[in-house]
């Protein structure tokens, strides 16, 4: 495979329709964490941002002839913008993708808004919703509550229950780990609603921030993370995936991980926030103030300018942008070093091991030995 010539084009536009949340999570990298800057931004992207956003993408699309394009829908809690007005979004960036370009819409809600009038719109223009939730109401509730302080879980099933009455608008579910909470048992309890995937994040720290733990010297995101794949994978009646184990598997094998937080592929996601501005990845927030502030726009500035800004030219050193330690392990190419936000500190920059260093290490070991013992060689190159 020959090298790009130039940075790798952006392919996921992430636009902060709505920076205002009907609940209170206190793990929110939005409006919980180092950058408040979210708290002082529209509400809501208006109609005129979203049709020169949708300018841009069309541009973007055009110049680098892009077959797929992903346009998430975000926030805050993106549904808190209407259902007039979330169709109105959906029209203009609909109607900007160039033909012979395939856009695909996807949302990611608390699940509380969902109603019969929400999935109609969503069918209309096939947007994916996935659904926020940290496990059964005892696991969700430690983090996951309203501003009132009460629990945010009964509102979360309903709407998870009425997405699944139309199984094809539903992406899935992400959950944040937490230690606190038993892993099989979170686990089996979202799997029982038949989500296509189940995405478990790890919570965002960095080494000025460490993640919390009990002894800080075992592996325990690690361990949490292994007990789920082994609960994953002794119910072969399963139809879901989980998308860090696989993707774990998936990079093992030479096959390129579908997500930016593992591997050494380029990540192509960039994020328009609600006043228009073009910025880094917005869990970044949870490094430091303005750590995803560019300065450019889409009133002003193309996508292409923003590839080539100093803080996004990381993205596309691969190997070369990781601390020594990084760059000589032999679990680089699946690792890639950890989850960018999850490398930094005030004196190195991002050039650290991930804080969660031990637990990939851990996680990945664990999950090779399981496909060798099953017949599978992780390090046989895809022959695709």
């Known amino acids: 495979m020959t090298e790009p010539e130039g940075p790798v084009p952006f392919q996921t536009f992430i636009l902060k329709v709505a920076n205002r949340c009907n609940i209170d999570c206190d793990y929110c990298f939005v409006f919980n964490s180092k950058d408040q800057a979210a708290r002082r931004l529209p509400a809501r992207m208006d109609l005129a941002v979203a049709q ?41 960036v609909g109607d900007s993708v160039p033909t012979g370009t395939r856009v695909l819409f996807e949302l990611q809600t608390n699940g509380t808004l969902l109603s019969d009038t929400w999935l109609d719109l969503f069918e209309r223009y096939e947007v994916a ?5 940290d496990g059964p109401p005892h696991a969700n509730d430690r983090h996951r509550l309203t501003h009132a302080g009460r629990s945010s879980a009964a509102s979360a099933v309903r709407g998870i229950e009425l997405l699944r009455s139309r199984p094809h608008l539903f992406a899935g579910l992400l959950a944040v780990v937490d230690l606190a909470n038993d892993p099989v048992e979170v686990h089996d309890y979202l799997a029982v609603f038949e989500p296509p995937v189940i995405d478990f994040g790890l919570p965002h720290a960095t080494h000025d921030d460490p993640p919390h733990r009990s002894d800080p010297t075992v592996p325990e995101y690690g361990l949490w993370m292994s007990r789920v794949y082994d609960a994953w994978l002794a119910r072969p009646e399963y139809g879901h995936t989980v998308r860090m184990l696989e993707d774990i598997v998936a990079l093992s094998s030479g096959v390129r991980s579908s997500v ?125």
């Open 129 to 133: 919703v996935g659904v926020s939730l």
């Open 260 to 384: 930016e937080t593992l591997g050494l592929a380029p990540p192509t996601s960039v994020v328009i926030e609600s006043d228009g501005s073009i910025e880094a990845v917005d869990t970044l927030r949870s490094v430091e103030e303005g750590a995803t502030w560019l300065g450019l726009d889409v009133l002003r500035h193309s996508f292409d300018e923003a590839l080539s800004h100093p803080k996004l030219l990381h993205r596309q050193h691969g190997r070369e942008a990781l601390a020594e330690q990084c760059r000589a392990c032999p679990l680089v190419d699946v690792c890639g070093g950890g989850y960018l936000p999850h490398r930094f500190s005030e004196a190195q920059g991002y050039r650290n091991p991930s804080v969660y260093c031990a637990d990939l290490e851990y996680l990945i070991r664990h999950v090779q030995s399981s496909v060798r013992q099953h017949g599978w060689d992780p390090y046989a190159q895809s022959s695709s």
């Open 52 to 92: 020169a956003a949708a300018r841009r993408i069309g541009e973007h699309a055009s110049a680098h002839r892009l077959r797929t394009i992903h346009v998430v829908l975000h926030g805050g809690e993106p549904l808190l913008v209407g259902v007039g007005h979330m169709a109105g979004l959906l029209q203009v």
